[in-house]
Nanobody, 120 residues
Framework: QVQLVESGGGLVQAGGSLRLSCVAS????????MGWFRQAPGKGREFVAA????????YYADSVKGRFTISRDNAKNTVYLQMSSLKPEDTAVYYC?????????????WGQGTQVTVSS
């Protein structure tokens, strides 16, 4: 069982930046592919970004490409999402997730989420 705890959300003006963090409880953190997802009010959950176990490969949704950066520090059991040039449409609850099977798109563990609100 892996517990994930997100932090770093808040209220920011459009054009601003935030950095989200997600700390995992397990020492085997480096064996998990990690992802960030978000869910806006009244909408379904959507993929934002993902990173491979070593951090060597990253993937982004088109809507955030060039503005968001995912990274990880396996020594700290932490994955980050640096968000820049934020837009009101980025407002959502952001979740991190862990995936043990690198060949599957199913995530096994989820955090509780952190709210990001971007004002216009």
């Amino acid at each position: 069982q892996v517990q994930l705890v997100e932090s770093g959300g808040g209220l920011v003006q459009a054009g601003g930046s935030l950095r989200l963090s997600c700390v995992a409880s397990q020492r085997s953190f480096s064996t998990y592919n990690m992802g960030w997802f978000r869910q806006a009010p009244g909408k379904g959950r959507e993929f934002v970004a993902a990173i491979s176990r070593s951090g060597g490969n990253t993937y982004y949704a088109d809507s955030v490409k060039g503005r968001f950066t995912i990274s990880r520090d396996n020594a700290k059991n932490t994955v980050y999402l640096q968000m820049s040039s934020l837009k009101p449409e980025d407002t959502a609850v952001y979740y991190c997730a862990a995936r043990s099977n690198p060949y599957s798109d199913q995530y096994d563990y989820w955090g509780q989420g952190t709210q990001v609100t971007v004002s216009s």
